[in-house]
Nanobody, 126 residues
Framework: QVRLVESGGGLVQAGGSLKLSCAAS????????MGWFRQAPGKEREFVAA????????YYADSVKGRFTISRDNAKNTVYLQMNSLKPEDTAAYYC???????????????????WGQGTQVTVSS
């Protein structure tokens, strides 16, 4: 099992930027894929972005493509989500998640990820 701690959320005006971080511990970080999901009030949790265990592939929801960038620093056991050109509809609790070691299937479904962080709130004002 891996422990995940998100940080970097906050209040930002529309058009602004935030960078979320997710620090991992408990497993060999470089072996497992990482994902970011979000959940707005009254809505289901949805996929935002993911990065493969070896960093050779990244995936994005259509709603954030071109605005958000996922990256990882295996030396720091941390995955990041750089969010630019934020919109009010990006307001949500953001969660990072860790997938199985060396996983090569689709990284979009929630069911892929056994380990989740507690979430960090992002609020975008208009």
């Amino acid at each position: 099992q891996v422990r995940l701690v998100e940080s970097g959320g906050g209040l930002v005006q529309a058009g602004g930027s935030l960078k979320l971080s997710c620090a991992a511990s408990g497993r060999t970080f470089s072996r497992y894929p990482m994902g970011w999901f979000r959940q707005a009030p009254g809505k289901e949790r949805e996929f935002v972005a993911a990065i493969s265990w070896n960093s050779d592939s990244t995936y994005y929801a259509d709603s954030v493509k071109g605005r958000f960038t996922i990256s990882r620093d295996n030396a720091k056991n941390t995955v990041y989500l750089q969010m630019n050109s934020l919109k009010p509809e990006d307001t949500a609790a953001y969660y990072c998640a860790a997938g199985p070691a060396f996983y090569r299937g689709s990284l979009r479904p929630e069911r892929v990820y056994p380990d989740w962080g507690q979430g960090t709130q992002v609020t975008v004002s208009s």
